[in-house]
């Protein structure tokens, strides 16, 4: 069955084989997946608010990708480290076309910025210039400005008494120029803006327009005479710098807490990696700013217009609604219902998949809530990677430890950029009286699990939640995730086995039907690719369904590649990063890859193949885990991949989620050779499909109770694009 219709782009780069040239390089993978997302900021079926949103995103992402992947690529050669990426390319020859990548990406950001600001502008939604305010409006932003904003900030003269200030991590200042008269020379001051001031203040109504903006920046210098009385600038410029904010676990460090605290301290006083100056900054001012920094002229980017576009978040306002992507409101699942909200008895009955945010995540809340209350519940364990700031799930674990219960809680210290809201977390937990436990030293836990012991008539039983995504109420609105309920008793057996082993290091020798990294995921996955080639030479269909956020690791890829070569067919869902290259002529000719880019962020990793049969089938060996194909997740974190044996479950993500992402042709680009992506187009003739419209408009099946068994859309036009 070719659900994915386009024909395979054949490229014959001669035999690769074995050379580094079959990978693409991650980096630029990664560049090209964030263009995806900034194309999407033109996409002119989305909302136009909407489109502001993707070009923030995009720019939040650059942002952290300099902090983390090209500091590291800085961090190789200031240590002189010459080791080869994966695809044979030195340090500098990957820095080299990432900052050429990146300029290309940039000057995109900047023509969409001007288009989309333009289209906000016939909207009445303004930002506004200093020369679009008015009498009335400056007289009302001089008070503002006099009583909210002057009295935080905190203007400096830069000169030998006065040395230069440090400037934090996406910090933007002000620089200014001036003749200091009584001395006849040139002298600067400098505005550092202060990180919690909103880049964007709103502006009254003026009766004319839907909402009004104005910049910070655009503020400062419309008031530097009441900063500077009595001085005269001759030029200024803005400018914001990049830090280097990747954490180095030290293996031996005595206690974790105190060295994440303290990482976190040299984190905001890391080394600059970008330096981002306005072009219409004097030369002075200039050479003063790069000379303090100690920037290389790679590290140095110069703007004529708007920088700094991940705040561009804050004009994204809920005042006009008819922007903004009409308001959605998750399923409750039938199943609950059909049980009057009593998790136990509706996951005794049989397994549910839950499917975020189509399907509400209350119900994962609701899970946890049902146990902190019920009495017969005697103990919680519970991991915890990243959560949101006012995190329900910590607080339920405070009061189930409050109400007597035996509760662990795995905190995550090394989730990067969330270490120092779970050191927080970590310390509220501990002082209500719940065990908690930090990982282990070398390997991340990102695994997902909430595993409930509840005392019954017939003995003790396990009631669990498994996810591929995080438990945060937040992301899960966003994030494309699935949420499996079970008390499968052998599941219950590897999943107490795993948290012994995070705990107390017992590693798990014999699971029973979970795979766990760094152990057993990639041996999983191989044997089941060795059996699809087996398959082939047997004279059965060979196929392989993955969807993942990323495909890195090179030992897979040529299990892929060798897949490929021996006839399997395969079909990735790829949204990020991907150095597999599909279509070469005698390595990859029957690999598609596709990524979905849209309203939702498509999180879930699922992993199927045929069992000598063509996909989809009830026969299918099916898993979901937590785990991408990167070397981190398969080797140097503690991840899970579970297969789904249920029946309903498996038709779900099987024949309804993949089948659903597969089928996507409004949202969905092709993954090239070269390591490009074109978008999917429909074709005169073709049914328009949306993969986000279709599950936001269509019920799940195993959270279906009774309607289970009655026809559904999905179903009846199966047929049509087998």
């Known amino acids: 069955m070719n659900i994915m219709k386009e024909p395979i782009k054949i490229t014959d780069l001669g035999t690769i084989n074995d050379k580094p040239e079959r990978f693409y390089n991650r980096e630029l993978s990664w560049l090209r997946f964030n263009l995806r997302v900034l194309e999407e900021a033109e996409n002119s079926s989305h909302p136009l608010l909407e489109r502001l949103r993707f070009l923030s995103i995009s720019a939040s992402n650059l942002d952290e990708f300099f902090m983390v992947r090209v500091a590291g690529i800085y961090g190789q050669l200031r240590t002189e480290i010459n080791e080869l990426s994966q695809d044979g390319k030195t340090p500098r020859q990957q820095l080299d076309q990432v900052l050429e990548l990146t300029q290309d990406l940039v000057s995109q950001q900047h023509d969409i910025y001007t288009r989309v600001q333009a289209e906000l502008r016939q909207e009445k939604l303004l930002i506004m210039g200093a020369d679009d305010m008015s009498k009335t409006d400056m007289v009302w932003l001089k008070d503002h400005f006099i009583n909210e904003i002057f009295p935080i900030l905190t203007p400096l003269a830069i000169d030998p008494v006065h040395p ?13 120029e001036f003749n200091r008269v009584d001395e006849n020379e040139i002298a600067h001051a400098l505005i550092p803006i202060p990180h919690k001031i909103k880049r964007f203040l709103q502006l009254p109504d003026d009766g004319k327009s839907k909402v009004r903006f104005i910049a910070i ?29 990747d954490i180095e676990v030290e293996e031996e460090s005595e206690d974790l807490v105190r060295f994440f605290e303290s990482a976190l301290k040299r984190r905001r006083r890391g080394s600059v990696i970008r330096l981002e100056l306005e072009d219409k900054m004097p030369e002075s001012v200039r050479t003063l700013i790069i000379k303090e920094f100690a920037v290389s002229a790679d590290q140095i980017h110069s703007y004529n217009g708007f920088f700094g576009m991940a705040q561009l978040s804050e004009v994204i306002v809920k005042q006009c609604p008819e922007l ?9 699942p039938e199943r609950i219902r ?3 909200g009593d998790f ?12 975020h945010p189509y399907e509400t995540y209350d119900v994962v809340l609701d899970f946890l809530n049902t146990a902190i209350d019920d009495p017969d519940v005697i103990a919680i364990k519970q991991t915890l990677y990243r959560t949101d700031k006012n995190s329900k799930i910590v607080k339920g674990l405070i009061r189930a430890a409050e109400n007597g219960k035996n509760v662990m809680a795995l905190i995550e210290l090394k989730a990067r950029f969330d270490e120092e809201a779970n050191i927080q977390w970590a310390r509220d937990l501990e002082r209500a009286g719940v065990q908690v436990v930090y990982g282990l030293m070398n390997l991340k836990t990102h695994a997902k699990l909430c595993l409930v012991m509840r005392k019954e008539k017939k003995g003790l039983k396990h009631y669990m939640h498994i996810a591929t995504g995080n438990y945060n109420p937040i992301t899960a609105r966003v994030y494309t995730d699935l949420s499996l309920f079970t008390c499968d008793k052998l599941l219950a057996k590897d999943v107490i086995d795993i948290f012994n082993y995070i705990t107390g290091y017992a590693k798990p020798e014999k699971l029973r039907k979970i795979a766990v990294s760094p152990y057993g995921i990639f041996d999983k996955l191989v044997e089941h690719i060795h059996q699809e080639i087996a398959n082939v030479k047997q004279g059965k269909p060979g ?22 070569q021996a006839g399997v067919q395969i079909d990735l869902i790829v949204r990020g ?8 002529k005698g390595l990859s000719e029957n690999i598609r890859v596709k990524s979905i880019v849209g309203r939702y962020l498509e999180h879930s990793r699922i992993y199927a193949f045929g069992n000598g049969a063509e996909l989809p089938n009830k026969n299918a060996q099916l898993y979901m885990a937590s785990a991408d194909l990167m070397p981190r997740n398969l080797y140097r974190r503690v991840e899970i991949c579970v297969p789904i044996e ?13 089948v659903a992402n597969l089928k996507d042709n409004m949202q969905s680009w092709r993954i090239n050779t070269d390591g490009s992506a074109t978008k999917i187009v429909v074709k005169a003739g073709e049914e328009e499909f949306s993969v986000h419209e279709y599950f936001m408009t269509n019920p799940s099946l195993s959270g279906r109770g009774k309607l289970v068994n009655k026809p559904y859309k999905h179903t009846k036009k199966k047929r049509k694009y087998n």
């Open 344 to 355: 136990f008895e509706a996951i005794a009955q049989k397994d549910m998949i839950v499917h």
């Open 338 to 340: 059909e049980f009057r």
């Open 543 to 564: 196929n392989i369904w993955f969807k993942m956020n990323s495909l890195v690791d090179g030992a897979i890829i040529d299990e892929l590649y060798k897949a490929s």
């Open 164 to 176: 230069f200030p440090f400037i934090r991590n996406l910090g933007f200042s002000l620089a200014l």
């Open 646 to 658: 249920n029946p309903t479950v498996h038709r779900q993500i099987l024949d309804q989620i993949m």
């Open 324 to 332: 903004l992507f009409k308001n959605y409101t998750p399923r409750v």
């Open 217 to 245: 920046e655009t503020i400062l210098t419309l008031f530097l005479d009441v900063i500077f009385p009595n001085i005269e600038f001759s030029g200024q410029g803005l400018f914001r710098i990049i830090r280097d904010s």
């Open 577 to 584: 990063i991907c150095c597999l290259r599909p279509g070469i």
